[in-house]
């Protein structure tokens, strides 16, 4: 009952998709961090999520490649799609 009444104010103050956006990309990162810990870190970071799109930037094709591995885990509903971004250094 109290988390609807969250989720229903956040939606009355036009936050709520800014709210689930910011939720998904936190636990993307999580997962990364899960999987490659604080190397992968370094090199991977979950950056945005839009419309059942996540982006993660990638400091190279390598670690993009290594993340595919855990992408059975980052997407589920309701990420339907994953991308990448290369970056020298993710973004913070």
Known sequence: MTNNIFKNRL???GIGR???A???VARSQK???D???AHG???LRAVSYRNGVLKIASSSSAWSAECRGALL???KPPVTRVV???ANTPEE
């Open 31 to 33: 997962i990364i961090h």
């Open 11 to 13: 939606d009355q103050l």
């Open 73 to 75: 885990e980052i997407q």
């Open 35 to 37: 999987h490659f810990g």
């Open 22 to 24: 910011a939720v998904i």
């Open 18 to 20: 800014q709210v689930d």
């Open 84 to 86: 990448f971004t290369f």
């Open 41 to 43: 870190d370094n090199n």
